[in-house]
């Protein structure tokens, strides 16, 4: 049948990447890049206020007071780190100093600098909450399959082209 190979391919793109999300352009790619982190942020916050009365940003901070040098970080290293405004850092790091997580302290050398350090209370909410973040994070990106490493590398090398002040 001389027809009918064109009857079955009908209404069938003949190239693959006009198809919708086999090629996509870069406001979808950044729509689903947004997508996906607000997604498995609100997940994770969730999970980790219901789990740990600590909020995503709270254990964020936290977690990088716990692996600074003598568990204390100045405002403007977490600022930088979390990606946040110092009003929203002085924020955050005022809501886990009434929780007794944190202590504000003064620098030793330069009385302007203020720093968050770590309480025995604050050490331990974070490494319990740090396994809850851990796993749920892990399975959610476990669904990239073997295509994290590629995503990842990728990502990383936006970011650092994003980064970087030219």
Do not use: N
């Amino acid at each position: 049948m001389p027809g009918s190979e064109d009857a079955l391919a009908r209404g069938i793109p003949r190239d693959p990447a006009t198809l919708p999300g086999a090629a996509p352009g870069p406001a979808e790619t950044w729509l689903r890049i947004v997508q996906v982190h607000d997604r498995i942020a609100r997940r994770v916050d969730s999970a980790l206020h219901r789990q740990h009365g600590i909020s995503l940003t709270g254990f964020e901070a936290l977690r990088l007071i716990a692996k600074s040098p003598g568990r204390r970080a100045t405002m403007g290293e977490l600022a930088e780190a979390l990606g946040l405004s110092r009003p929203g850092v002085t924020s955050t790091v005022g809501r886990l100093v009434t929780d007794g997580l944190v202590l504000r302290e003064r620098g030793d050398g330069d009385q302007r600098l203020l720093h968050a350090t770590l309480t025995a209370a604050g050490e331990q909410r974070v490494a319990e909450a740090a396994a809850t973040h851990d796993d749920l994070v892990a399975h959610l990106l476990g669904l990239l399959g073997d295509d994290a490493a590629v995503v990842t590398d990728a990502l990383a090398r936006v970011s650092a082209a994003a980064r970087s002040r030219q």
